[in-house]
């Protein structure tokens, strides 16, 4: 099982960037999928998940409008595209499945570097 992100980088505050997570070894469309991030010195949070139709999105509060997760699974890829971004998302954020079935079996990407200067 591979998920395998991209995308990350260095941008200024109000600028944008676009997650992707391409997955491998995994049914994709039977996993609901997520993106978590995690900052220096903080615990690990959800910051927005999609259920593996795609219909049902939710996010955290801080990022409502702001962040759009997205799927394709014919693709067996997950996508995050953040706008009007802020130096409190910089984090390394991090792309989890969640099997539908059994839901203690989970699978993680090694993560990408977000950075937003100010």
């Known amino acids: 099982v591979q998920l395998v992100e991209s995308g990350g980088g260095l941008v200024q505050a109000g600028g944008s960037l676009r997650l992707s997570c391409a997955a491998s070894?995994?049914?994709?469309?039977?996993?609901?999928m997520g993106w978590y991030r995690q900052a220096p010195g903080k615990q690990r949070e959800l910051v927005a998940s999609?259920?593996?139709?795609?219909?049902?999105?939710n996010y955290v509060d801080s990022v409502k409008g702001r962040f759009t997760i997205s799927r394709d699974n014919a693709k067996k890829t997950l996508y995050l595209q953040m706008n009007s971004l802020k130096p409190e998302d910089t984090a390394v954020y991090y792309c989890?499945?969640?099997?539908?079935?059994?839901?203690?079996?989970?699978?993680w990407g090694q993560g990408t570097q977000v950075t937003v200067s100010s």
């Open positions: 989890n499945a969640r099997q539908i079935l059994i839901s203690s079996i989970e699978h």
């Open positions: 070894g995994i049914t994709f469309s039977l996993n609901t």
């Open positions: 999609i259920t593996n139709g795609g219909r049902t999105t």
